[in-house]
């Protein structure tokens, strides 16, 4: 699809989801029944992890905190599926929320304690529940990485960004920052063959582009995580884990590196002059272009722009920021919660 015709896409389904609407029905029966065959397929090509996400919940970055200040920790909670709760890997200090945490102490000089409340299966359906288990801990900042069960699982698209619309903007009206992980491309995953990889590419980025409108007209920011199932990872097998869908150690690494830079941002941890923004990857677009422009490009954030243009419609900052790499949160053992929030099996 070309970006004017994602863009479309993108705007309808959002629009549907800001007045109630339901998914496009647009698929043949007989097309569908073909598609449902090559899910079965893939399924059982993919297979299932066995266990639950480890445990990461705790404080992050006591060897970065000033040793003479008494600053209370930053709250980070991350909410979602089992990309979000680091299934795939053995050790929690491997699992993107880990890794994050230690990034996010290292620049901002705090201590930083990770909430994580994802489930492995979860839906935008379950944000609700999770928004109410993450504020009673008052996160300044919280990540959500949902939309590919939403894919799988066939839920409504519109219905599904409604979903993540309404999560965050419970979670900026308690004062939160937002930074949401758009559903990434499984059209790229190997086990899917065509004509399913085709409608699952379109499916997964036309998702991606209205989540974006969404989340960004309710005042979060969000990154496109194509890359995390994408062509960058393709080439590279060690990205994944044993079941070739949810990444490995280093595909979560990867991942967060494309993240913390926006995690950063969103917590006014840089000034404008020096946030890390590749040499001519910056535009400001109207929200539904650079929602499909984000979709089609990894690592890409969007975030609300002052302006407004014809008709009152919104516009949108769209950044290619630059990676760097992660401190080991390794070298400095959480604290461990009271809580743990890793409880759910079942899909990625």
């Not at 979903?163 to 559903?183: F, W």
């Not at 595909?251 to 913390?260: D, E, I, P, S």
């Amino acid at each position: 699809m070309t970006r004017e015709s994602r863009a479309r896409a993108a705007r309808r389904i959002a629009t549907a989801a800001a007045y109630g609407g339901g998914g496009l029905g647009l698929l043949g029966a007989g097309f569908v029944g073909l598609l449902v065959t090559e899910s079965r397929l893939a399924v059982r090509a993919v297979g299932l992890l066995e266990g639950d996400p480890p445990r990461a919940d705790g404080v992050y970055g006591a060897a970065f905190a000033d040793p003479a200040g008494e600053q209370e920790p930053l709250v980070l909670g991350f909410l979602g599926d089992s990309t979000a709760a680091g299934l795939g890997v053995r050790r929690g200090h491997e699992t993107p929320g880990a890794l994050l945490s230690a990034g996010l102490a290292s620049v901002a000089e705090r201590r930083v304690r990770l909430v994580n409340v994802a489930r492995s299966g979860g839906r935008s359906a379950d944000l609700a529940e999770q928004v109410t288990q993450v504020l009673p801990r008052r996160p300044e900042l919280a990540v959500i990485i949902v939309g590919a069960n939403d894919v799988t699982k066939r839920t409504p698209p519109a219905l599904a960004v409604r979903q993540l619309g309404d999560a965050v903007r419970a979670l900026r009206e308690a004062g939160c920052q937002v930074v949401v992980g758009t559903c990434p491309d499984l059209g790229t995953i190997k086990p899917v063959r065509p004509p399913l990889r085709w409608v699952a590419r379109r499916m997964s980025r036309e998702l991606a582009a209205a989540q974006t409108i969404a989340v960004v007209e309710q005042g979060g920011r969000t990154v496109s995580l194509g890359s995390l199932l994408g062509p960058e990872f393709a080439a590279r097998p060690e990205m994944f884990a044993a079941d070739r869908y949810h990444p490995s150690a280093q595909g979560y690494a990867t991942a967060a590196m494309a993240l913390l830079p926006s995690l950063c941002a969103a917590l006014d941890l840089w000034p404008d002059e020096r946030e890390p923004v590749a040499p001519g990857a910056e535009q400001v677009l109207p929200v539904a272009v650079a929602a499909a422009a984000a979709a089609g490009r990894s690592g890409t954030e969007v975030t609300a722009d002052e302006r407004i243009g014809d008709f009152g419609r919104r516009w949108a900052q769209v950044k290619l920021r630059l990676r760097f790499g992660l401190p080991d949160p390794a070298d400095s053992t959480p604290e461990p919660a009271s809580a743990n929030s890793h409880a759910g099996t079942g899909d990625g």
